[in-house]
C-alpha cells in the first residue's frame, strides 16, 4: 500500500544571508569613491529596511548595489518590495523597502487553482502562509514542482518538507 507524499509551497528568505547582504552593501558604500561622503544609512528589521541619502541618484546606485549583494548571497531580488521615494529632513532622499515574506491569500488560492487544473491527481491545501500538495507518486509531485518554477509569481517560492 501506497502512502502519500506531500511537500510545501512557501515564500521565504535566509535572514542571516539577509544580513549578510546587508553587511556588504553597508561596507562597499563606506569605501566607493562615488558613495563615500554621500551618508547614505541602511537601517533594517526582519520585516523593512529604510535607504536615507542625499539624491536620487546616489539611491538608484544604493539600490543596484544592494540587488547585485542579494543575488550573489542567493536571495531573490522578489523579496524585495520597494515603496515611493519621499523627501526626508536636510534635503535628503528615504525609501522604504519592505520584504516579502509568506505567499498572501489570493496568490495562495491562484496556486492551488493552477495546481488542480493542470494535475489531476494532486490535492493542494493552503495552510496559513503556506501551500501543501499531496500525491500518491512523487513523479506528479515533481511535475508540480516543474510547473511552478517555470510561472512567474511574484513572490519568491520555495518547495520544502518532501515526504
Known sequence: MASASSFDIVSDFDLQEFKN???Q???ELGTRYDLKDT???IESTDTQMTITTNSEYTLSQVRDLLESKFVRRGLSLKILDYQTEEPASGARVRQVV???KGIPDDLAKKITKQIRDDFKKVTPQIQGNAVRVQAKSRDDLQAVSAS???ADYPVALQFINYR
Open 148 to 150: 511552478l518554477k517555470e
Open 21 to 23: 547582504a546587508l553587511d
Open 25 to 27: 552593501t553597508e561596507r
Open 39 to 41: 551618508k547614505t544609512e
Open 98 to 100: 519592505k520584504l516579502r
